[in-house]
């Protein structure tokens, strides 16, 4: 296995998921991924767009990038987490149609990836 010469990156509050995509890949390390921390989705995948180095993201984040050919997967092994996402709104809003047809949306968008 060629070895990276380019760094990690994750976005903060994910630290560990590195280490836990390999090991859901089959992958064993002799120690931890240590790595560049970012708090900016925009900021981490630029990184990996400019060529700085290995970045961990959601697919759905980064699907319009691979799409465009501006980054490649290392794999086609993808890792589910815990992690979610609340779509929160006054419930006197719940009526709006405008509203109703965005949460479907979004609803289906979450289902599909």
């Avoid at 509050?13 to 836990?20: D, H, K, L, P, S």
């Avoid at 993201?57 to 290392?74: E, P």
């Avoid at 965005?102 to 599909?112: G, K, Q, S, T």
Wanted: with cysteine; proline share 2%.
């Amino acid at each position: 296995m060629r070895q990276l010469s380019a760094g990690y990156f994750e976005i903060r509050g994910m630290r560990g998921y590195g280490m836990a995509a390999c090991e859901s890949a089959g992958l064993k390390l002799d120690r931890d991924i240590a790595g560049t921390s970012f708090t900016d989705t925009n900021a981490l995948m630029e990184a990996a767009v400019t060529g700085q180095g290995v970045a961990l993201g959601r697919l759905s984040v980064v699907r319009s990038d691979i799409l465009a050919g501006k980054l490649v997967r290392l794999s086609e092994h993808s890792l589910r987490v815990a992690y979610c996402h609340y779509a929160v709104y006054p419930i006197a809003s719940e009526s709006n149609p405008a509203l109703a047809a965005f949460r479907d949306w979004l609803v289906e968008e979450a289902r599909r990836t």
